[in-house]
C-alpha cells in the first residue's frame, strides 16, 4: 500500500513569493493534515481538511492557505513568502472513524526562502 | 491547555543499552498517546501508539505505557542498536490534531 506522497521534496524561494506544495493521501484516507517544522520551533499543526472542506486551523497568518481537491488530495499555499518560512512541510492522512486519530506522515517538502 | 512535555536531549547510548525516554502531558479527558519516529532527512514514522490508560503499545522492540495517574507515556527499549539513532516525538490527539513534544535526540554508538 503507497505511503502519504508529498511534491516537490525541496522549494526554493525567495522573500515575497508564492510556494505551492502537494499532498496525496493514502488510499482511503478522508483527511489531510499539514504541520510546520521550523528549526527551533517543532512540530507545529497548520491545517486540517475532511471532505473537501478546511476543518481547523493552527495559530498561523492567513497567507497560509489550502484546500482538499475531490480525490483528497491537498495543497498548502504561502504567499508572500517570509525568511522565517523556511522549514520542512510535513503532510499527514487519516482514515474513516475508529482510525481517525491516527495520521501517517509523508516525507516532507523542505522549503527554503531566500 | 494541553501540552507535552518530553526529556532534554541528546541521548547518547552504547549499542545493547538500555533506553528510556520520558514524555509526560497535559490534558483534558484522555487523549491518545503517539510516539513518531524521524531519521536523518525523512519525515515522521508512526512507531507506536496507546488509546487508553493502561494500554502499551509496542512495536521493534520499543514500548510505552499510558499511565493515567502520573500522566506519563515513556518510551523504552531493552536492546539499541545504532540503526535507532533518530529523533523521537511524543505527542497526543486533540480535537483531531497532534500536539508534539520537542524531540529527544537519540545517539546510540557501535
Known amino acids: 500500500e503507497a505511503g502519504v506522497t508529498q511534491s516537490p521534496t525541496h522549494l526554493i524561494k525567495t522573500r515575497g513569493q508564492q510556494a505551492t506544495l502537494r499532498c496525496s493521501p493514502i488510499?482511503?484516507?478522508?483527511?489531510v493534515y499539514w504541520y510546520q517544522q521550523a528549526l527551533g520551533l517543532g512540530l507545529q499543526f497548520l491545517l486540517w481538511y475532511d471532505e473537501g472542506e478546511e476543518r481547523n486551523r493552527g495559530n498561523f497568518p492567513p497567507r497560509f492557505s489550502g484546500r482538499q481537491f475531490p480525490n483528497y488530495s491537498s495543497e498548502l499555499n504561502v504567499n508572500a513568502l517570509e525568511l522565517e518560512d523556511s522549514a520542512l512541510y510535513l503532510c499527514?492522512?487519516?482514515?474513516?472513524?475508529?482510525?481517525?486519530?491516527?495520521?501517517?506522515f509523508g516525507p516532507g517538502t523542505r522549503l527554503l526562502v531566500l | 491547555g494541553n501540552s507535552v512535555t518530553q526529556m532534554e536531549g541528546p541521548v547518547t547510548l552504547s549499542e545493547e543499552a538500555f533506553l528510556t525516554i520520558n514524555c509526560t502531558y497535559t490534558?483534558?479527558?484522555?487523549?491518545?498517546l503517539f510516539w513518531y519516529v524521524q531519521y536523518p532527512g525523512e519525515g515522521l514514522q508512526l512507531l507506536l501508539k496507546a488509546t487508553k490508560a493502561d494500554d502499551k503499545g509496542s512495536n521493534k522492540g520499543f514500548e510505552a505505557t499510558y499511565r493515567k495517574e502520573t500522566t506519563s507515556f515513556h518510551l523504552e527499549k531493552g536492546s539499541v542498536q545504532v540503526s535507532d539513532s533518530a529523533v523521537y516525538f511524543c505527542?497526543?490527539?486533540?480535537?483531531?490534531?497532534?500536539?508534539f513534544g520537542s524531540g529527544t535526540r537519540l545517539l546510540v554508538r557501535p
Open positions: 490534558a483534558t479527558g484522555y487523549p491518545s
Open positions: 488510499s482511503g484516507h478522508t483527511s
Open positions: 505527542a497526543l490527539s486533540s480535537s483531531y490534531k497532534l500536539i
Open positions: 499527514a492522512s487519516s482514515g474513516l472513524t475508529g482510525t481517525q486519530e491516527t495520521q501517517y
